[in-house]
């Protein structure tokens, strides 16, 4: 006869072994367990996407540039506040029409495969990049040709002038992989980089925990401030404040600001920059779907209908700065008047509306919902809208289909947050020119191609000059009704200092250093 | 008994392909544009348009579905999307991961259950309502709520257990038990309100019996009675009912993942689907729909282990 009080027994214990067993299966395992210290010993910091590839030719800069940075070095660095700087191009001119750039390069920097890099490898990661498939490609859309006129020697030929180019090198376009790794079966996910670090595969879980050591090798080891560093992708905000509030991590980007408060009482720094605009796109700006938005006055008429500061404190929580303008303060084209062009004024929008001919109710706005932007935003998009008789007819869509149907000019405005990008020919590029992506209804616009002309082609007081006139003459012509630039937080522990850096998401790696 | 268990195999194959087929025109239908959600809102349409043919999005769906099926038999069911990783390898150590959670909770739902189901149909009185007040709130508070809880008290104000994470068994074993105390917890509670009802329940039905009348009359001690016999008999039911809770874990551990950050099939799951990533996501539907169906067979089996009366010839 069984036992059954023996088999029971049995069963646990057997089911107990297994659950060790399977717990030891797995191939690594997050520290997240251990406590953050200034030792400059490990440095953690929170992410809230997984590294989606390390093949550079397909990279993806902004909330993977932690990532990217870690392995890899870039031809040129940027400072925090966007100053582009010598890296492993030491010097860089330009011909006299912007179309030629020879770059000198180190020739003390080796692969950690042990691949020399040069001038020949530059010109192969650069053509790469550009016929890869990565968000930024585009970035180098203008390249022709890149090649080696020596060994330390790089010639980039341009089809046409990109103001950004400089920028641009300091990010993904920039990356240099060893040819080596290229197109090997795991490129994408074993980087081989000069970089200050090595990404260690065996305590490294994908998708969750990338583990980083020092580079012992790297040409530049006063940039290495820390021994080890450890990447936790974190899904939900519960999930980084948790981590917070139990100093398991030294920094983390902040996806909800409501939770300052409760980081600042974990002894953390809320360190705060401004990296987007938030408001509506009008799109239609022709008046293709949508006529009435083909009126400036209609469009003035939007602007003025929204109370900004009332915006700001009922979506951001108060966190951001309001503004009538789409340009980044880092970007040249920036005017601080422009900020507050447009008042809160229904009497000056229903008086625009009636003098274009709009009675109240007869124009009706169809704009697409998406579970990205809550609730309030579009009632309180609706309701300022309507305070000055313009009708709101809302189109629910699916998350997954909300960017795509935007960008395929599906419909003539609406609420998006989008990069307000460091540099001025990055957002005319982003938003503004007939090509632009976010320009799905390809506006064309004497004034403001005459004026992207010369930001693309003049002297630096002249495209500073253009620049400032064209956000003038954007907001002037209304194209945009944003709202304001939402605060981005990058949360720090007391060990921990940081620079934030303009135009990213995430501070640059090199800019995390223990505190003394 | 084989030819049951062949039946039962058999039954699972054609579910599992059932649920992958469905799966599969599920995410197209609601897949949306998964280039573009892939490179982000600055990508140019040429890239995207680029990123879709690499990806083989620009091909008919029968198509990609005979692709990914041949993958499938030869063994290989992909790489992920938004991660590189091969799918098998993503799903593999996440499995053990989760599993670990699971049977954890599993052991300790079956432990405290059955001590507390005994105690309150043996006992009665103020225990048995200690009890029955206990499981009401157990089964009516969501675990998420009990998972947030735990993770204040403990974790963030006593400090006694790491908030988010998972450590590995092996790298450090009181590491790995602090990392999974408090999943394990607040993924139990609600089946360990469960199964006690039902072991308590199955208890008294089983006191009333004249067997236990009669084993008594013999002299049998009461702990003798209740532990090698009546036990015995309502071990079934709450073995069913634990084998069902088992497979609920496995849901119920998509959420507590989320919450302690832990690197388990479940928060891979809602990351997958949210974004579109189809090899992984079908992947994750192949491996949980062989996991499931296997469960049920062992549950099966185990019932007609401990208890001969249901034991198939």
């Known amino acids: ?516 | 008994m084989l030819a049951f268990i062949a039946r039962r195999i058999l039954s699972g194959v054609v579910l599992v392909v059932a649920i992958s087929v469905i799966a599969f025109l599920l995410l197209y239908a609601g897949g949306g544009d998964i280039a573009r959600r892939l490179l982000g809102e600055d990508a140019s349409a040429q890239t995207v348009a680029q990123k879709a043919h690499e990806l083989g999005l620009d091909r008919p769906l029968f198509e990609q579905f005979g692709s990914w099926v041949a993958g499938v038999f030869h063994g290989d069911l992909g790489t992920s999307w938004f991660t590189s990783q091969p799918v098998g390898d993503a799903i593999l150590s996440r499995l053990a991961v989760t599993l670990s959670l699971v049977f954890g909770a599993t052991i300790l739902i079956a432990v405290v259950s059955v001590i507390l189901g005994v105690l309150a149909a043996t006992r009665g009185g103020w225990i048995d309502g200690l009890v029955q007040v206990l499981s009401l709130i157990g089964t009516a508070i969501p675990g998420f709520l009990i998972a947030l809880g735990l993770v204040v008290v403990f974790a963030i104000n006593l400090g006694w257990f790491a908030p988010t994470g998972y450590v590995q068994f092996t790298d450090s074993p009181q590491g790995w038990l602090s990392s999974i105390a408090l999943p394990v917890i607040a993924l139990s509670l609600g089946g360990i309100a469960g199964v006690t009802q039902q072991i308590r329940g199955s208890m008294l039905d089983s006191l009333r019996q004249d067997y236990v009348r009669t084993l008594k009359s013999r002299g049998l001690s009461t702990r003798s009675v209740v532990l090698k016999h009546v036990l015995r008999n309502a071990a079934g039911p709450a073995l069913a009912v634990l084998g069902v809770h088992f497979v609920g874990l496995l849901g119920g551990a998509v959420i507590i993942e989320q919450i302690f950050a832990i690197p388990g099939v479940g928060q891979v799951a809602v990351t997958a689907t949210s974004q579109g990533d189809i090899p992984l996501v079908m992947g994750l539907v192949i491996a949980t729909g062989i996991l499931v169906v296997l469960l049920n067979l062992v549950v099966d089996l185990a019932q007609g282990w401990l208890n001969p009366k249901v034991r198939l010839s």
């Open chain 1, 1 to 516: 006869m069984f036992n059954f009080r023996k088999r029971l027994v049995t069963a646990l214990a057997a089911s107990a072994i297994a659950a060790i067993a399977l717990s030891g299966c797995s191939p690594a395992a997050s520290s997240a367990g251990s406590s953050a210290k200034a030792s400059g010993g490990t440095l953690t910091i929170g992410t809230i996407v997984a590294s989606t590839t390390f093949a550079v030719n397909n990279s993806a800069w902004a909330n993977e540039s932690p990532y990217l940075q870690a392995v890899y070095d870039t031809l040129l660095h940027s400072d925090p506040d966007g100053t582009v700087k010598p890296w492993l191009a030491t010097k860089w001119s330009y011909n006299s029409d912007k179309t030629v750039l020879t770059m000198k390069l180190r020739d003390d920097v080796t692969f950690t495969d042990g691949t020399k890099f040069d001038a020949d490898v530059a010109a192969k990661n650069l053509l790469r990049f550009r016929d890869g498939t990565s968000p930024q490609k585009a970035y180098l859309a203008t390249l022709a040709d890149a090649k080696a006129v020596d060994a330390t020697t790089l010639q980039l030929t341009l089809s046409a002038p990109n103001p950004s180019l400089l920028s641009f090198l300091s990010q993904n376009p920039g990356l240099q992989e060893s040819p080596a790794a290229f197109g090997t079966p795991d490129e994408k996910t074993t980087p081989v980089g000069s970089g200050p670090y090595v990404l260690d595969k065996k305590a490294t879980v994908v998708g969750s925990t990338y583990v980083f050591t020092k580079n012992p090798r790297y040409w530049a080891p006063q940039q290495q401030h820390y021994a080890k560093l450890v990447m936790n992708v974190y899904s939900t905000p519960t999930a980084i404040l948790n981590a917070i509030k139990g100093r398991q991590i030294n920094g983390a980007p902040l996806t909800d600001n409501s939770t300052i408060p409760q980081i600042k009482g974990a002894g953390y720094t809320a360190n705060g920059q401004q990296l987007n605009f938030f408001g509506l796109l009008l799109f239609d700006r022709a008046g293709t779907t949508t006529p009435a938005l083909g009126d400036v006055r209609v469009r003035q008429a939007i602007n003025y209908a929204f109370d900004r500061k009332a915006m700001l404190k009922a979506i951001g929580q108060g966190y951001g700065t309001v503004t009538s303008s789409i340009f980044s303060p880092d970007s040249s084209g920036y005017d601080k008047a422009m900020d507050s062009y447009y008042t809160y004024d229904v009497k000056k929008a229903k008086a625009l509306l009636k003098e274009a001919g709009y009675g109240d109710g007869q124009i009706t706005l169809t704009m697409p919902t998406s579970s990205g932007f809550t609730p309030a935003t579009y009632a309180l998009t609706k309701q300022y809208l309507g305070d000055v008789g313009i009708k709101v007819d809302e189109v629910n869509v699916a998350p997954t289909s909300f960017l795509g149907d935007l960008l395929a000019a599906k419909y003539g405005s609406t609420v998006m947050q989008l990069k307000a990008a460091p540099t001025t020919w990055e957002t005319l590029t982003l938003d503004v020119l007939p090509k632009a992506g976010w320009n799905p209804f390809h506006t064309t616009d004497g004034t403001v191609d005459s004026l992207a002309k010369t930001i693309q082609t003049g002297s630096k007081d002249e495209a500073t000059k253009a620049a400032q006139q064209l956000n003038e003459y954007i907001v002037k012509q209304a194209w945009f009704a944003p709202w304001y630039r939402p605060q981005q937080t990058y949360a720090t522990d007391p060990n921990t200092s940081v620079q934030t850096q303009t135009g990213n998401a995430y501070p640059y790696l090199w800019n995390f250093v223990p505190k003394k």
